[in-house]
């Protein structure tokens, strides 16, 4: 209040205050000096209960540093994208999949992790986005090639999404390295084409060694379902480092 008497300006500010029937409650004054003949004659003060804004702003705080702390967690890439497709936001998981720290990509084109010849089809794609105001494509599962710092070239999975703020229209993906799941599938594939001419019997045991072979396994079984039973199971071959395992039968409820 002196302050405001001395200097002949408006000052807010917000206090706690004890009420009787409401307990504790935080409110906003705003004090105004009433000046006339350039002489301070009187203060006028308006204020007003604040206490469900404060609620609610720190509720937002403890959602946003939530959000923050698992959004930095994942191992999953998650990158913002303004409408020029420079890039607003780069988390841990994006550093460890592409390679460079988030200082080194706020402000940068995400083309800088797109392969050459990708950038155009993404250059125009961010174009229509961003003049028709949404995506197409919002939540769809895409698989891509993404470019580390290295040079190196891998496959990744990712999906898309479109959101407004009054600076204008964003996009945030979330990105995964697919690296390891598409070798599982080329070594599955080999599998099966190597086994293809295998019949009978001699099936099982080639498939589980093969397996264990493609994926770099120390272990691979196969079971089925005894027939009449819900839990017992049947193991029809096995591979254990370097040599075939026994057959037997067991329950699975104590497993």
Request: hydrophobic fraction near 40%; glycine fraction near 8%.
């Amino acid at each position: 209040i002196d302050y405001s008497l001395h200097n002949q300006c408006p000052i807010t500010c917000v206090v706690r205050i004890r009420s009787q029937d409401r307990g504790i409650l935080m409110g906003e004054f705003v004090w105004t000096p009433l000046i006339e003949d350039r002489q301070v004659i009187g203060l006028l003060a308006i204020g007003r209960d604040i206490s469900e804004r404060k609620m609610i702003e720190t509720a937002l705080r403890e959602s946003e540093d939530q959000l923050r702390s698992i959004v930095q967690s994942t191992k999953d890439a998650i990158i913002s994208l303004d409408r020029h497709g420079q890039v607003v936001f780069w988390n841990r998981g994006a550093e460890e999949i592409f390679g460079y720290a988030s200082a080194q990509m706020l402000g940068q084109p995400v083309s800088r992790v797109i392969p050459e010849r990708f950038r155009e089809a993404h250059r125009q794609g961010i174009l229509r986005a961003a003049t028709a105001g949404h995506l197409t494509v919002s939540g769809t599962m895409f698989e891509l090639v993404g470019l580390r710092q290295d040079g190196t070239e891998f496959p990744l999975e990712f999906t898309l999404a479109a959101w407004k703020a009054q600076s204008g229209l964003f996009f945030t993906g979330i990105i995964r390295d697919i690296t390891e799941r598409k070798r599982s599938e080329e070594a599955l594939n080999a599998l099966v084409k190597g086994t293809a001419s295998v019949t009978g019997e001699e099936f099982f045991p080639v498939f589980v060694r093969e397996l264990a072979a493609a994926l770099e396994l120390s272990y691979a079984f196969v079971t089925e379902l005894v027939s009449g039973s819900r839990t017992k199971l049947r193991l029809l071959a096995s591979w254990e480092k370097t040599t075939w395992g026994k057959t037997f039968e067991y329950d699975s409820d104590h497993t």
